[in-house]
């Protein structure tokens, strides 16, 4: 089994800065790929972004280019959101996903395409 923890989350005003960060542990495994996902009150939970493990491909929703980049850790299974210029639209839950192996056909901005996932951490944006 695997477990993912994220951290990071907080309450910062509008242009403010936040780094989230989620470690995988568990059985010894190397991701496919990790990515987060937020999930605003009242809304269906939304792609942010992944980032591949091998060669450390990446994708950032449209909404967030420019202002966040996602990184990892492949040594320590972590991965990284760093968001800057945040606003008080980034406000939500944000869950941090991982794919232990490559689905062919799953797209890796579905949630269904992915193993295992946190709890959460919460990001609030004040304006």
């Known amino acids: 089994q695997v477990q993912l923890v994220e951290s990071g989350g907080g309450l910062v005003q509008t242009g403010d800065s936040l780094r989230l960060s989620c470690a995988a542990s568990?059985?010894?495994?190397?991701?496919?790929?990790m990515a987060w996902f937020r999930q605003a009150s009242g809304k269906e939970r939304e792609f942010v972004a992944f980032i591949t493990w091998g060669i450390g491909g990446f994708y950032l929703a449209d909404s967030v280019k420019g202002r966040f980049t996602i990184s990892r850790d492949a040594a320590n299974n972590t991965v990284f959101l760093q968001m800057n210029s945040l606003k008080p639209e980034d406000t939500a839950l944000y869950y941090c996903?991982?794919?232990?192996?490559?689905?062919?056909?799953?797209?890796?901005?579905?949630?269904?395409?992915?193993?295992?996932w946190g709890q959460g951490t919460q990001v609030t944006v004040s304006s």
């Open positions: 996903y991982c794919a232990s192996s490559r689905r062919v056909g799953d797209p890796l901005r579905e949630t269904k395409t992915y193993d295992y």
């Open positions: 568990g059985r010894t495994f190397r991701p496919y790929a």
